[in-house]
């Protein structure tokens, strides 16, 4: 750890830190405080995967699908019209959309194959995302003048790496750089984040093994074809899964890697004084 005692914290000249956890806990919340409080620099990784590592695979559909409307399909061949996503750290709706949900195609589902593979992309541009976290440490100080970090991670973080592996490359270059954080949430958070996601359903990405499994799991238990499932219903029947599968996770990098706060504390955060005081009884908890 980059920061083994409270007091290495207190007197820290460069403090970085690069909070994990659930979508909806605070994450981006606090980046973005820090930001604004000045002297923070904000690495998104979502941001990143969607524009260095996805961009392209993203306009890539968009441009599919307007090659089925004619009038736009002779404009985009012609090179007389552009199309991209617009991408911001407050809108990663391209993503999203790109990375879909499987199932029937006239309710918006993808063919499952084609799914996973959308899945390893996204798979892949998050560890090239969290490996680039150094980089943006230099470029931040050495172009810009912050000496203060903080990595806002993708919530399926613990998707990509092997807490208890000593020799995992993402979290070694991680540790090596930042302090991690885990935003840990009660159950009360646990149902909250839920109900939300049964609201609005939205893509995420999965381990291929969980994902594999739920899918099967799903079929079976609903005596339904593929090109038949209702992509939001299945989403939502993983969704609560996938909190499960990702909470122990959480867990191994916090108690291996990093520290934990409660997702309760963190929501009252409002200057990054109170950020310090949390990390450092977070550390001093530690031990």
């Not at 820090?34 to 998104?44: E, I, K, T």
């Amino acid at each position: 750890m980059m920061y083994a005692t409270a007091e290495d914290w207190a007197h820290a000249p460069a403090k970085r830190i690069g909070l994990f956890g659930m979508s909806g806990l605070g994450k981006t919340h606090v980046s973005n405080l820090l930001r604004a409080a000045g002297g923070w620099f904000h690495y998104s990784v979502d941001y990143r995967i969607g524009t260095r590592y996805m961009g392209e695979h993203i306009a890539d559909s968009f441009k599919a699908e307007a090659m089925n409307v004619p009038y736009l399909a002779d404009l985009l061949r012609s090179d007389s019209i552009y199309i991209a996503s617009n991408i911001t750290f407050d809108n990663l709706a391209p993503l999203s959309v790109y990375l879909g949900k499987p199932g029937d195609p006239a309710k918006g589902g993808l063919p499952f194959e084609e799914y996973l593979r959308r899945q390893e992309l996204h798979r892949q541009a998050e560890i090239s995302a969290m490996l680039d976290t150094a980089h943006f440490i230099d470029r931040a100080r050495r172009l810009y003048g912050y000496d203060h970090f903080v990595c806002d991670t993708s919530g399926s973080l613990c998707e990509v790496v092997d807490p208890e592996d000593a020799n995992d490359p993402v979290l070694n270059a991680l540790s090596d750089t930042l302090l991690l954080i885990w935003i840990e949430g009660s159950d009360a958070h646990t149902q909250e984040l839920v109900r939300r996601f049964d609201r609005a359903p939205k893509p995420m990405y999965y381990q291929r093994e969980f994902l594999e499994a739920a899918w099967s799991e799903y079929l079976i238990k609903n005596s339904v074809e593929e090109g038949k499932v209702d992509p939001d219903a299945f989403v939502r029947w993983t969704y609560a899964r996938a909190l499960a599968h990702r909470q122990p996770r959480y867990r191994a990098m916090a108690d291996k890697w990093g520290i934990t706060l409660k997702a309760e504390d963190v929501a009252g955060i409002a200057s990054p004084d109170d950020l310090d005081r949390l990390v450092m009884r977070g550390l001093e908890m530690r031990g």
